[in-house]
Structures are given as C-alpha cells and as structure tokens.
Antibody
Framework: QVQLQQSGPGLVKPSGTLSLNCTVSGASIISNNWWSWVRQTPGKGLEWIGEVYHRGTTNYNPSLRGRATVSVDTSKSQFSLNLASVTAADTAVYYC??????????????WGQGILVSVSS | QPVLTQPPSASGTPGQRVTVSCSGGGSNLGVNNVNWYQQLPGTAPKLLIYGDNKRPSGVPDRFSGSKSGTSASLAVSGLLPEDEADYYCAAWDDSLNSVLFGGGTKLTVL
C-alpha cells in the first residue's frame, strides 16, 4: 500500500532553515499526483505549505512569503521541504501528503506520520 | 483574503445526526471541490469525503457531504463515541493559487 515516510530534525535554531524529506513507497512518485506539505501548529488547525509535481512544477502558500521551497528527487522517490528564516511561529507538526487529484485540488488521500519540529535556540 | 469558516465546536449524543458547516467564497467553494478530513488526537488527518460528496473506500456511509454554492456541509448520522474528533474542510482557492483549510470543528459525543 502507499506509504509516506518522513524524516528530518526535530529541532531547528531561529533564523535557520528547516529541512524535511518524505519518501514515497507503494506508488510511483512519477504519476499524475502532486506531493504536498501541510503543517499544524500546536493546538491549532492545518496550514498548507506547498506542493510539487514530479517534473518540478511547484505551488506555494503566499502567506509564507517565499520562505518555502518544495523539491522532488525522482531517483530516490522522495520530495522535500526547506523553510528558511524560521522563527518560533514555525514550530509545528509537519506532514507530507499525496494529492491524488492534481495541482489545483485538496484531495490528500495519503499522509506521512508527521514530525514535530521545534524552533528554539 | 479568502477563508473557509467552520464553527469551532459541535456536539451530539450517540445515535444523533450532527452537521458541520464550511462557508467559503466564489474563488474556492464556488468553483472547486470541497474535501473533508477527520483528525483523531495525535494522528494525521484522514480523508473522509472528497469531491464534495464522495466517500473513500472504508469510510462508513454514516458520513456524507454536500455543497451548495459557496457553502458545504458534513453530516454524521448515527453518532458513535469514536466519531469524537476534529473535522476540517479544504478546497483549492483560485485567487490565492493555494489550498485553504477551514479552522476545524471539534466534534464532541456527549
């Protein structure tokens, strides 16, 4: 079955860059799906960060003001998130997810396990 | 700024029918599909309803979705204790070129 396995550090220093990976198994990352990152601040709701298609096309949440970069490495069946210039407000559980319906939808049928990333010195 | 608005809480007793609303606008719910997610404590969200009113395999038919114009609803009938969770609506927004999530509704089974 489709599995998304997340990896990356749980602690990042203020002004640093948060970097996370999501490895896809049970399905090809080279497909009509898009691959997204979503975060959830403690006790709060969900916020979409951005998405990537296997050819490298991306879309981002404009509220992140250009700090997010989502990329894909098809040879590793992996996609990644870099979030620059982090502050305490970026402390959240970060999820990767598959959007099965395409780049202009919100149909996330498979999710990673989530990683809590804390921003602290 | 486009947003999806949900009530922060809803409740019902076992066996009852409860609805959760999601209000949006012409650039999101008015032109794109709404999807609903269930999130149990400490777990990742789970797709509950997609394409306005379709259920993924394995989701009980007690859960149903509907949409009219710029408003959508999730209905849970025959409420069970295990339905106690947070529920989120989501849709693509054409003006932001971005996915929007509603603020979430905490459903309590009394």
């Amino acid at each position: 079955q489709v599995q998304l396995q997340q990896s990356g550090p749980g602690l990042v220093k203020p002004s640093g860059t948060l970097s996370l990976n999501c490895t896809v198994s049970g399905a090809s990352i080279i497909s009509n799906n898009w691959w997204s990152w979503v975060r959830q601040t403690p006790g709060k709701g969900l916020e979409w960060i951005g998405e990537v298609y296997h050819r490298g096309t991306t879309n981002y949440n404009p509220s992140l003001r250009g700090r997010a970069t989502v990329s894909v490495d098809t040879s590793k069946s992996q996609f990644s998130l870099n979030l620059a210039s982090v502050t305490a407000a970026d402390t959240a559980v970060y999820y990767c997810a598959r959007d099965r319906a395409g780049g202009t939808s919100s149909d996330f049928d498979h999710w990673g396990q989530g990683i809590l990333v804390s921003v602290s010195s | 700024q486009p947003v999806l608005t949900q009530p922060p809480s809803a409740s019902g007793t076992p066996g009852q029918r409860v609805t959760v609303s999601c209000s949006g606008g012409g650039s999101n719910l008015g032109v794109n599909n709404v999807n609903w997610y269930q999130q149990l404590p400490g777990t990742a969200p789970k797709l509950l309803i997609y394409g306005d009113n379709k259920r993924p395999s394995g989701v009980p038919d007690r859960f149903s979705g509907s949409k009219s114009g710029t408003s959508a609803s999730l209905a849970v009938s025959g409420l069970l204790p295990e339905d106690e969770a947070d529920y989120y609506c989501a849709a693509w927004d054409d003006s932001l070129n971005s996915v929007l999530f509603g603020g979430g509704t905490k459903l309590t089974v009394l």
